[in-house]
Nanobody, 121 residues
Framework: QVQLEESGGGLVQPGGSLRLSCAAS????????MDWYRQAPGKQRELVAA???????NYADSVKGRFTISRDNAKNTVYLQMNSLKPEDTAVYYC???????????????WGQGTQVTVSS
């Protein structure tokens, strides 16, 4: 089927940077939207950034000017460059994609397993 694999999380000091990657693999026909969500302890999962297949982007107000989402369609990969990180950015970050596969008719939603980002001194 289709899998999403995230990488790049870790521990960083306030003001630091991290780059998350999410690679889609499997029976892929085409990838539509690719998004990053995050979930902090005791809070609901929230949309951080989104990018369409044409490259249009959208960001949560809390990360505008600090985070940048991009994608490499040839590699079926989406990235999240996170700069000027704050302790409140600490969360598990999840990759999400809408994908048409060669096996299942129609578009389906897929989630990655999540990667921990901790911002602390």
């Amino acid at each position: 089927q289709v899998q999403l694999e995230e990488s790049g999380g870790g521990l960083v000091q306030p003001g630091g940077s991290l780059r998350l990657s999410c690679a889609a693999s499997g029976s892929i026909r085409s990838i539509h939207a690719m998004d990053w969500y995050r979930q902090a302890p005791g809070k609901q999962r929230e949309l951080v950034a989104a990018i369409t297949s044409a490259g249009g982007t959208n960001y949560a107000d809390s990360v505008k000017g600090r985070f940048t989402i991009s994608r490499d369609n040839a590699k079926n990969t989406v990235y999240l460059q996170m700069n000027s990180l704050k302790p409140e950015d600490t969360a598990v970050y999840y990759c999400y994609a809408v994908i048409s596969s060669t096996v299942v008719l129609g578009r389906r939603d897929y989630w990655g397993q999540g990667t921990q980002v901790t911002v602390s001194s």
